[in-house]
């Protein structure tokens, strides 16, 4: 039995974060936020367009793809304590995974989302239905 759905997730989470504050990405915004010693980067609520503020969409991209990739790391952490303790994944967090993973794939084609973890959430969801079936298989064999 592989344990390898948490530790996809953390190296996920790590590289899409590493690549946030690459100079292919978000550098540029990142040594501005630098600046401000990574403090008030935005004015919140004063950039709404609601509140005729004027949103910073480069700050505020550089922002959520790095903090994206922070989010990935605990919740493949998670995951990985889930597979070790339990031996499977809740399928309930699989569905989630996927369409979360699915909404991105929409709004965003040309992505990570489409090439890595689409593939990965498949993957995920086969692996728990095979383990499933394997599970049962051998309870079925016992009696």
Do not use: D, V, Y
């Given at each position: 039995m592989k344990i390898i759905h948490g530790k996809i997730?953390?190296?996920?989470?790590?590289?899409?974060s590493l690549l946030g504050v690459s100079p292919w990405a978000f550098w540029k915004q990142f040594a501005g936020f630098t600046g401000k010693f990574f403090f008030k980067i935005s004015e919140g609520l004063f950039e709404f367009p609601l509140l005729d503020g004027q949103m910073n969409y480069e700050h505020f991209a550089a922002f959520w793809f790095f903090y994206f990739g922070l989010l990935l790391i605990p919740i493949g952490v998670l995951v990985h304590h889930v597979e070790k303790t339990n031996g499977q994944i809740p399928k309930n967090f699989?569905?989630?995974y996927l369409i979360i993973v699915v909404i991105g794939v929409y709004m965003i084609p040309f992505s990570g989302m489409t090439f890595l973890m689409l593939p990965h959430a498949t993957y995920m969801l086969y692996d728990s239905y095979k383990k499933h079936n394997t599970s049962n298989k051998q309870r079925n064999e016992e009696k």
């Open positions: 997730l953390i190296f996920f989470g790590i590289i899409h699989i569905w989630i």
